[in-house]
Each structure stands twice: as structure tokens, then as C-alpha cells.
Nanobody, 127 residues
């Protein structure tokens, strides 16, 4: 049974940092692409960053480029999102997600390409 469990959310002031973790289980972690999504009230869920676990290739949306870093520890089957210089607009529920197909890089950071989701971890950023 696929399980994704996020942790590390919290409340910070603008300019602060947080590191999110996503612990995966129930599947061969290093054969699937993974990603972080976020959703704030009244907005659609958006992809933030993705990683192909097989070779560590990453991608980011423009809004977080140079501030967020996605990484992983394949031995621990854990994905991370280091978030620096947080802005109020980064406040959201953050979700980790697993790509639908094995051995495929992420075609697009879109919800329909991901089949399994965690419960989310809340990030609050005060100005």
C-alpha cells in the first residue's frame, strides 16, 4: 500500500526557512518521479517542484526558483523541500505526490500526472 507522509510544516515570518519532508513507503521509491504541490484557500493546487528519483533531476516553477530546493535520500525513501526566503504568498498546504508511471520523468507538474498523495503539511508565512 502506497503511503506518503509529510512533515515539517509550521509558521514562520517572511524571510524565514522551513524544510518539509515526505516519507514514502509501499513502493519502489527510486523508480518513480516525485513532486511537491501546494494549495492555498480559494486557489487550485499547483505543482512547485519535482524530482526524478532515479537520477535526481529536478525542476521548479518560476515562483520558487532560487528559493526552494527539492532533494531526496533514497536510502530513507524520503523527499525534502528546503524553502528559504519564504514569502506570504508561499503560505499553503503542501502535499507530496508520486508520479503515475514508473521510470518516467515528469511530463508536467500537473495533478493529473500524479496518482498518490499525502495528507499535507501546513505552511504559514506572516509578513
Amino acid at each position: 500500500q502506497v503511503q506518503l507522509v509529510e512533515s515539517g510544516g509550521g509558521s514562520v515570518q517572511a524571510g524565514g526557512s522551513l524544510r518539509l519532508s515526505c516519507k514514502a513507503s509501499g513502493f519502489d521509491y527510486d523508480t518513480y518521479s516525485m513532486a511537491w504541490f501546494r494549495q492555498s484557500p480559494g486557489k487550485e493546487r499547483e505543482g512547485v517542484a519535482g524530482i526524478y528519483t532515479g537520477n535526481g533531476k529536478t525542476e521548479y516553477i518560476r515562483a520558487v526558483l532560487d528559493r526552494f530546493q527539492i532533494s531526496q535520500d533514497t536510502a530513507k525513501k524520503t523527499m525534502y523541500l528546503q524553502m528559504n526566503n519564504l514569502k506570504p504568498e508561499d503560505a499553503a498546504m503542501y502535499y507530496c505526490a508520486r508520479y503515475t508511471q514508473r521510470f518516467r520523468y515528469i511530463a508536467a507538474l500537473s495533478e493529473e500526472n500524479f496518482s498518490h498523495w499525502g495528507q499535507g503539511t501546513q505552511v504559514t508565512v506572516s509578513s
